[in-house]
């Protein structure tokens, strides 16, 4: 594994997309400096921060392990040597502990790669470029629905509203808004998964939330008002995973 590569790499990503060490530091709850070790290769992000990296940055596991962009054709080959590289790099028992976690990791990204890319778009954890947001969900021929973007955007910032390229209404940061309802909402959820015996919360059960928190009929009012924010909360952001 080549620290100093990876660390260019998140350099170079972070620059395409325009934001600072700063602002990056600031979104994933780190001190700059943190960032700019990464940068110089001086160490790794902690692997509880990965996932929400490559988020920011567009781009996935393999290729931020790589230090470069990937091809589909690529990603089976690349998982494989990462696996051989964090193996090497387990010589330092003094990150035996982080190691693990990557190879772990690593495992998992392989296991998803096999099972196969569209699983895990539908599933939540992949975003298909084409459901990115990309556009301004204004009124025009290209818009479908008609969601109050205002009224999202009003609750929290983290639920800002935009649109795919297919004129569906999408969060502009769908991962960030899912940790946030997850936060924020807990008594809906919790009201939702009681009534109607679903498991916590996920990337593969929330579909059943959207559909069961219009239909809750126990709880609080403010519960109530929760569970149905969760189900229209949830139409937007399948639009991420399903066209």
């Known amino acids: 594994m080549d620290q100093i590569k990876i ?4 350099s170079s990503s972070r620059k395409a997309k325009e934001i600072t060490q700063e602002n990056l530091a600031i979104k994933l709850g780190v001190s700059k400096n943190a960032v700019s070790k990464w940068e110089r290769g001086l160490n790794l992000p902690d692997p509880s921060l990965m996932q929400e990296l490559c988020s920011i940055l567009d781009i996935t596991l393999n290729e931020l392990f790589a230090g470069e ?8 080959k690349q998982a494989d040597k990462n696996i051989l590289d964090l193996l090497k790099f387990n010589n330092d028992k003094t990150k ?16 998803f790669t096999m099972i196969g890319k569209n699983l895990l778009i539908k599933s939540g954890y992949m975003i298909d470029n084409n459901l990115r947001y990309s556009k301004l969900y204004i009124e025009d021929n290209d818009i479908i629905g008609d969601v109050d973007v205002n009224y ?4 929290n910032i983290d639920f800002e509203v ?36 679903l498991l916590p919360l996920s990337n593969f059960n929330y579909k ?36």
């Open 7 to 10: 660390g260019k790499f998140i």
């Open 69 to 76: 962009h990937l091809n589909e054709k690529e990603i089976k």
């Open 96 to 111: 035996k502990y982080k190691i693990l976690i990557f190879i772990t990791l690593m495992l998992l990204v392989i296991s």
């Open 152 to 155: 999202f955007g009003k609750i």
């Open 162 to 197: 935009g649109a795919n390229k297919y004129g569906k209404a999408v969060f502009k940061n769908p991962q960030k808004a899912f940790k946030t309802l997850k936060k924020d909402y807990k008594k809906g959820l919790k009201l939702i998964q009681k009534e109607f015996n």
């Open 208 to 243: 059943s939330y959207a559909t069961y928190g219009w239909q809750i009929t126990t709880g609080s009012k403010e519960e109530q008002e929760q569970a149905r924010f969760i189900s229209a909360f949830m139409d937007i952001y399948e639009n991420s995973f399903n066209n």
